[in-house]
T-cell receptor, first 116, second 114 residues
């Protein structure tokens, strides 16, 4: 069990550029979550998947944001036309759901995005 | 909808002293409750969770928390802290059934001084 991994760990980009982040969940976990954490705040939910199906999206996820989990394994989060307000830590988590929901979400180390 | 209030943004304590980090929540439905810890430049690690049953739950690293339904609280305690407990602590809730998203508080920065 190697835990949840995220790549890259840090990304600096200029305003208006597109960025893509990757998350690899714990191998047997079927649920995958994305959160955003800004300085001095707790994480805020963005979206989650069960296998390849995107089950819920937050209103925070504007049309510039898109997330995919094409084969039910790793996931990508893309931000188009980045804005300075997108600067944050993007956290990925995974969990195992056995039909009655899941309880423990395991978090990765995060990707810190800085938009200049 | 749920919300979480962590009443103290910063808590400084001396090593070997007891500590309590306060958490209150609001929800129109029954919830599960969690405490996570975040060390600098790292992700979140689960300390403990309340799902059902005994209202006193024990977690890792000597932490425990008590669920109080009437006061909608889930305070985190440790009888004797170490320097290594210095970190940010987040309380979170999740509805029972329905959405699995975690709703977090703003966090409490615990600083343990020698």
């Amino acid at each position: 069990d190697t835990g949840v991994s995220q790549d890259p760990r840090h990304k600096i980009t200029k305003r208006g550029q597109n960025v893509t982040f990757r998350c690899d969940p714990i191998s047997e976990h079927n649920r995958l979550y994305w959160y955003r954490q800004t300085l001095g705040q707790g994480p805020e939910f963005l979206t989650y998947f069960q296998n390849e199906a995107q089950l819920e999206k937050s209103r925070l996820l504007s049309d510039r944001f898109s997330a995919e989990r094409p084969k039910g394994s790793f996931s990508t989060l893309e931000i188009q036309r980045t804005e300075q307000g997108d600067s944050a830590m993007y956290l990925c988590a995974s969990s195992l759901s056995l039909g009655q929901g899941s309880y423990e979400q395991y978090f990765g180390p995060g990707t810190r995005l800085t938009v200049t | 909808a749920q919300s979480v209030t962590q009443l103290d943004s910063q808590v400084p304590v001396f090593e070997e002293a007891p500590v309590e980090l306060r958490c209150n929540y609001s929800s129109s439905v029954s919830v599960y409750l969690f405490w996570y810890v975040q060390y600098p430049n790292q992700g979140l690690q689960l300390l403990l969770k309340y799902l059902s049953g005994s209202t006193l739950v024990k977690g890792i690293n000597g932490f425990e928390a008590e669920f109080n339904k009437s006061q909608t609280s889930f305070h985190l305690r440790k009888p004797s802290v170490h320097i290594s407990d210095t970190a940010e602590y987040f309380c979170a809730v999740r509805s029972q059934g329905g959405s699995e998203k975690l709703v977090f508080g703003k966090g409490t920065k615990l600083t343990v001084n020698p």
